[in-house]
C-alpha cells in the first residue's frame, strides 16, 4: 500500500517489514545466538582460591622443657613453670611466606620421672620415661640433666631417643648460681637446635615448598637430597624381586611373606596415615645384570665398580612387572643372586672399598642388594644346592633403603648428637613427626598451586566447559586447603595432614578430570570466516533498507522544512 | 730440583684425579633428573606414508637400546604398515633400502594404534587428562625430575601438523599443553624433535620454560624423504631422521656426546632444508646437556651406606586352612567391559528415512508424468477429468 505524501512514495508496508525484521533479529535473534554458543561454566570460588594463592603458613610445635634435680636452685625452682612463645617469621618469595611458632613450657621433673632419670643408660631411661606419658603427636619434650649426669657419654651432649623425646647435658659453665634469666637464655639455642632436629627445620619446610618455590639449587648435598625421596602421594607400591640367574647352580628359597610381615609392615603400618601401601613380590629367573663384573684377584672375587652400577638398573627394569591398575609410584627392591661362576660379587665404593652392605639405591626408584651365597656350600656340593635366604639381614638393608627413599631419614645429625638406633618399628615417632610436618606443607603448597593454575587456566581459555562435578572437586578443595592451613596454625598436625591429603585429592582429580579438554583452538581469522557467509547475506539487506528508511526520514522533514519556509 | 718438580706433578696429578672424582658425582646431580620418558608419534597412516612410521620406528628402537624401558615409553603410530596388503614383505618396516634393518622386530609395544592416534588422545597425554580406566602403558606419568623426549613426525605446514588426514593441532595448542604440563610440573626438560615439512613453525609458540626444540626445516621449506627401495615401492625414512640415526648410533650409555653436536646433525648438504633449533626457553647452556640425558635413561645410583639391625625372628605366618573357609566366588566381569553393550542390546528399530535421491527423483518423473498425462487429457480430449471439483 502506497501513501502519497507531497509526490513522495512511501512504501509503508516495506517499511514497517524492514523495521520488524530487524526488531526480531536485534532483540530475538542475537540474545538467542548469544546463548546457544555460549559454553557452560559452572561458579567457581574464584576469590577465595586468590586468597589462597598468597600462602602464609604458620607451623607450631610445642616444647617441654623439663629440669631435672641439680640443673636449678630452689629459688629458681618456685619461677620456673613458666610459658615463652616464640615467633621466627621467613619470607620465601612474594607469595609465599612462613612463620614459626614454638611454645615453650618448662617445668621441674616429677618424682617419677627422676626415677627414671636414674637408669644405668640412656636408652632405657628413654624406655622407662615414655611408659610415664605419651606426648601427642608433633610436640616434644626435652629432659635437662644435669653436667654431672652419667647417662650420656662423655662426648655427647644431646641424646634423642625413640619416641617424642630428647636428653639434654646442661652445659659445664653454666654454674647452678645463674639467674633463671640467664639459664634460660642459655638453653634457648640448644633447645631451638634440637627443635631443628626432631621437629622441622627451615630447609626442609623450604625444600617442601619446592613445587610452589623453584629455589636455586644450593649445594649438591641438598639437591641429591631433594631428588632422592619420592614426592607425596596418596599410595605407593611396593615390589621386592628376587633374581636368580643361574637356576641350575641354586635353588633359593626366600621367606618374603614372613619377612614383609614382620619388618616391612611395622613401618608401613606407622607410615598410614600418610599413604596407602601394597607390596608385592616376584621371582625372576635367568635375569643377568647389564654389567659384566671384573675378578679382582687380590680379593679372589669379582667386584662392580660404582661407575657401571648407572647400567645395571635398566636391563633389568625391562623385565621387571608393575601393577597396571594403579598409576601410584613403584619402588623396586631386588636381591640379587650372583651366579656360580661369578660368586662372590662384592660392590667398590669411590674410594675402591668394598661396601659393607653390598647394596646400592637409585632415587625415586628402589635399591638393589647383592647377596653371595658361595659360603652356603662347598665345591662338591651337588647341584642344584638349595639356600635358605637369611631375611633378617637383607630385610636390614631394603627398610634401611626404603626409609631413605620415603624422606623418613634426615641429613646427618649435628655434632655430639647422639640418635638412637632404629627401632625394629623402623621408624621413630619424632621422625614421622617430621615427615608429617614436611609432607602436610608439601600437600598444601602443591594443592594451592595446582588449584590457582587450573582457575587461571579456566580463566585464559573462554570455551572449555566447567562442569558441575568440577566446581564442586574445586570448592571442596578450597575448603580442605583453609582447614589444613587452620590446624597447622593450631598445632594439630594429624587433622592437617589428613585435611590437606583430601585437599591434594579433589584438587588433583580437578585438575585432570578428563572433560577439561580445550580441544578446539579458533583464531579470530576462522571466527570471521565462519560467521560471515552466514550472517552478511542477512545483515546487509536489513541495513540497507534501514538506511534507506533513515534517508528518506531526512528527505521528508527537510521537506517539510522547505514547505514550511 | 727435579724431584720438587716430580712431586707437584705427581701431586697435582693426584688432586686432579680427586677432583674428577668429585665432578663426577657432580655432573651426576647436574642435569636435575631421575627418569626418563619417550613420547613418539607418528601421524600419518597410508601406505604411501611408510616412511613416517619407519621414521618413529627408527627412534623407538634407539631409545630402547640407550636404556629407556617401554613401560617409559608412550609409542602412537597408525601400524598399518606391517600387515598392510601392500607389503611385500609382511610383519617388517624397513628402515634402509636392501631391507637391511627390520625396525619392526618382535618387541614393538605400541600404545595408540589405528584410529586411537588423534589429537584429542596426544593432548590427554601430554596433559593427563585420560579417562580413569586407562591403563598405565598409556598414561604419561613423569613428575617433575622427568626428562622427556618428544618426537613427532608426518604431514606440516606453517603452524600446525595433520593428524591422520583427518585434523590437525596448531602450534597454539602444542605451546598452550607444554604450558599445562609445566603448572603441573610434570616434567624437568623436555626436549621437542619434529621432522615434517616447515617443522620449525611449531615451536615458534612455544612460552614454557626448560623446553629445547629441533625441527628439520624452516618455515617455507620442505623436508624431503631419503631414499625409495625399488622393492618395496615407497621412500622409506626422512632424510633428517635418517641422519640423525647414523648420528644416534654413534651414542652409547656412557657416552659423553652433548647437544651441540646434535644440532650440527644433518646440514642443509646432506638434507637440503635448513634443520632449525630454539634454546632461548632452556635454563642450562645446551653445551652441558648429554644426549643421553634425554635418549637413554642413565640411573643416578647411591650406595647405602648404613643398614639396620634386625633381630627378631619371623613370625610364622599363620596358615590359613586349604580347604573350607575360603569361600571361590565365581566373578563375572563380563559386564564391565565395552562388549557388554554389544551382547546385552536389543535389536535396534530401524528408524524410517525419507526416500533415497534415486527412488525420489524416480517417483517424480512417474508422477511428473501422470499428472502431465492427465493435463493432456483434459486439455486434449476435453472430457471429464477423473477427478470430480467440487
Redesign the interface.
Given at each position: 500500500m502506497y501513501v502519497h505524501k507531497a509526490g513522495l512514495q512511501i512504501d509503508l508496508r516495506g517499511q514497517l517489514a524492514a523495521l520488524s525484521i530487524a526488531a526480531v533479529v536485534i532483540l530475538i535473534g542475537v540474545p538467542l545466538w548469544w546463548r546457544t554458543t555460549e559454553t557452560y561454566r559452572a561458579w567457581l570460588p574464584v576469590s577465595q582460591i586468590q586468597e589462597l594463592a598468597n600462602l602464609q603458613l604458620q607451623l607450631s610445635a610445642d616444647v617441654e622443657v623439663v629440669f631435672a634435680r641439680g640443673t636449678v636452685t630452689p629459688e629458681q625452682q618456685k619461677k620456673v613453670p613458666l610459658t615463652l612463645t616464640q615467633d621466627d617469621e621467613h619470607v620465601v618469595d612474594e607469595d609465599t611466606a612462613l612463620r614459626y611458632r614454638y611454645e615453650t613450657r618448662y617445668r621441674t621433673a616429677t618424682i617419677m620421672e627422676e626415677d627414671a632419670l636414674n637408669q644405668p643408660t640412656a636408652a632405657e631411661a628413654d624406655l622407662s620415661l615414655h611408659t610415664l606419658s605419651e606426648s601427642p603427636c608433633g610436640s616434644l619434650v626435652v629432659y635437662v640433666i644435669p653436667e654431672s649426669s652419667s647417662l650420656l657419654p662423655e662426648d655427647v651432649d644431646v641424646y634423642v631417643g625413640q619416641r617424642r623425646t630428647a636428653l639434654l647435658r646442661i652445659g659445664a659453665q653454666t654454674r647452678v648460681g645463674r639467674t633463671l634469666e640467664q639459664l634460660l637464655s642459655h638453653l634457648e639455642p640448644r633447645v631451638k637446635q634440637v627443635l631443628q632436629v626432631m621437629s622441622f627445620s627451615h630447609t626442609d619446610i623450604t625444600a617442601a615448598l619446592s613445587d610452589r618455590v623453584r629455589l636455586s639449587p644450593g649445594n649438591k648435598e641438598s639437591i641429591a637430597d631433594s631428588m632422592r625421596a619420592f614426592k607425596s602421594s596418596p599410595g605407593y607400591e611396593i615390589t621386592f624381586s628376587l633374581l636368580n640367574p643361574d637356576p641350575k647352580s641354586h635353588r633359593l628359597h626366600w621367606d618374603i611373606e614372613g619377612a614383609v610381615q614382620t619388618y616391612i609392615q611395622p613401618l608401613l603400618r606407622k607410615l598410614a596415615p600418610l599413604a596407602n601401601f601394597s607390596i608385592d613380590s616376584q621371582t625372576l629367573y635367568y635375569a643377568m645384570l647389564g654389567v659384566n663384573p671384573r675378578f679382582d684377584s687380590s680379593r679372589s672375587a669379582y667386584t662392580l665398580n660404582s661407575d657401571s652400577l648407572a647400567h645395571v638398573i635398566n636391563p633389568v627394569e625391562a623385565r621387571l612387572g608393575s601393577n597396571a591398575a594403579s598409576s601410584n609410584p613403584v619402588l623396586n627392591f631386588l636381591l640379587y643372586v650372583p651366579d656360580a661362576h661369578h660368586s662372590p660379587l662384592h660392590i667398590n665404593d669411590h674410594k675402591k672399598q668394598e661396601v659393607p652392605s653390598n647394596a646400592f639405591h637409585s632415587p625415586r626408584w628402589g635399591g638393589i642388594m647383592v647377596y653371595n651365597v658361595n659360603d652356603f656350600y662347598g665345591p662338591e656340593a651337588a647341584f642344584p644346592v638349595d639356600i635358605n635366604i637369611d631375611m633378617a639381614k637383607v630385610m636390614g638393608v631394603f627398610l634401611a633403603q626404603l626409609r631413605l627413599l620415603l624422606g623418613v631419614q634426615s641429613s646427618a645429625p649435628p655434632p655430639r648428637f647422639l640418635v638412637a638406633p632404629c627401632s625394629s618399628a623402623g621408624i621413630a615417632d619424632w621422625e614421622l613427626d617430621r615427615l608429617m610436618w614436611s609432607r602436610s606443607v608439601e600437600n598444601i603448597a602443591t594443592a594451592t598451586t595446582t588449584i590457582t593454575s587450573l582457575a587461571q587456566l579456566l580463566d585464559q581459555i573462554g570455551n572449555i566447559v566447567i562442569n558441575d562435578n568440577i566446581a564442586q572437586q574445586v570448592s571442596s578443595a578450597v575448603t580442605s586447603l583453609q582447614l589444613a592451613v587452620a590446624e597447622l596454625e593450631s598445632g594439630n598436625l594429624r587433622f592437617a595432614l589428613q585435611y590437606s591429603k583430601e585437599a591434594i585429592l579433589a584438587s588433583e582429580r580437578a585438575f585432570f578430570d578428563p572433560s577439561l579438554l580445550h580441544l578446539l583452538y579458533f583464531p579470530d581469522d576462522q571466527k570471521f570466516a565462519i560467521y560471515i557467509p552466514l550472517f552478511l547475506p542477512m545483515c546487509v539487506p536489513i541495513l540497507l533498507s534501514l538506511l534507506k528508511i533513515v534517508s528518506d526520514a531526512r528527505q521528508r522533514r527537510r521537506e517539510k522544512h522547505a514547505k514550511a519556509d | 730440583m727435579k724431584i720438587l718438580t716430580l712431586w707437584s706433578l705427581f701431586s697435582t696429578y693426584l688432586l686432579a684425579s680427586s677432583l674428577n672424582?668429585e665432578n663426577?658425582?657432580?655432573q651426576f646431580?647436574s642435569s636435575?633428573h631421575?627418569?626418563n620418558w619417550a613420547v613418539l608419534v607418528c601421524t600419518s597412516r597410508f601406505w604411501f606414508n611408510y616412511r613416517h612410521v619407519a621414521n618413529t620406528l627408527s627412534v623407538y628402537r634407539s631409545v630402547k637400546r640407550l636404556?629407556?624401558?617401554?613401560?617409559h615409553i608412550v609409542l602412537m603410530l597408525a601400524d598399518d604398515m606391517a600387515c598392510n596388503h601392500r607389503n611385500p614383505k609382511p610383519a617388517t618396516v624397513f628402515s634402509h633400502k636392501n631391507m637391511e634393518l627390520n625396525v619392526y622386530g618382535d618387541d614393538v609395544e605400541v600404545d595408540y594404534r589405528g584410529y586411537e592416534v588423534t589429537?584429542?588422545n596426544f593432548?590427554?597425554v601430554l596433559?593427563?587428562?585420560?579417562?580413569p580406566s586407562t591403563?598405565?602403558?598409556k598414561?604419561l606419568?613423569s613428575?617433575?625430575?622427568s626428562n622427556i623426549l618428544i618426537y613427532l613426525t608426518g604431514h606440516g605446514g606453517n603452524g600446525f601438523l595433520k593428524f591422520q588426514d583427518s585434523e590437525e593441532i596448531?602450534n597454539?595448542?602444542l605451546a598452550?599443553a607444554f604450558e599445562?604440563m609445566w603448572?603441573?610440573?610434570r616434567y624437568n626438560e623436555l626436549l621437542f624433535i619434529i621432522d615434517t615439512c616447515q617443522g620449525a613453525s611449531m615451536y615458534e609458540r612455544f612460552y614454557s620454560p626448560n623446553l629445547m626444540a629441533l625441527a628439520s626445516s624452516q618455515v617455507g621449506e620442505d623436508s624431503l624423504s631419503h631414499q625409495p627401495d625399488l622393492a618395496i615401492g615407497v621412500h622409506l625414512m626422512d632424510r633428517y631422521t635418517f641422519y640423525l640415526l647414523e648420528f644416534l648410533e654413534d651414542i652409547h650409555?656412557?657416552s659423553k656426546t652433548n647437544m651441540n653436536d646434535l644440532f650440527k646433525v644433518c646440514p642443509k648438504s646432506q638434507c637440503v632444508s635448513t634443520p632449525g633449533h630454539r634454546t632461548d626457553l632452556f635454563l642450562r647452556d645446551p653445551g652441558s646437556v648429554l644426549i643421553t640425558d634425554f635418549f637413554g635413561?642413565?640411573?643416578?645410583?647411591?650406595?647405602?651406606?648404613?643398614?639396620?639391625?634386625?633381630?627378631?625372628?619371623?613370625?610364622?605366618?599363620e596358615q590359613s586352612p586349604v580347604n573350607g573357609e575360603l569361600q571361590k566366588e565365581r566373578n563375572s566381569y563380563v559386564d564391565q567391559l565395552p562388549v557388554s553393550e554389544i551382547i546385552h542390546q536389543k535389536p535396534k528399530q530401524r528408524d524410517w528415512h525419507p526416500p533415497d535421491g534415486f527412488i525420489l527423483g524416480l517417483w517424480t518423473l512417474i508422477l511428473l508424468v501422470f499428472f502431465k498425462t492427465l493435463a493432456f487429457q483434459e486439455t486434449a480430449v476435453g472430457s471429464k477429468p477423473p477427478y470430480r471439483v467440487q
Open positions: - | 672424582i663426577h658425582a657432580a646431580f636435575g631421575t627418569n636404556g629407556i624401558p617401554d613401560s589429537v584429542e593432548l590427554r596433559t593427563g587428562r585420560l579417562p591403563p598405565r602403558s598414561r606419568l613428575d617433575d625430575r596448531s597454539v595448542e598452550d599445562q603448572q603441573k610440573r650409555p656412557a635413561s642413565v640411573r643416578k645410583v647411591e650406595i647405602t651406606m648404613e643398614t639396620i639391625n634386625l633381630t627378631d625372628p619371623i613370625e610364622q605366618v
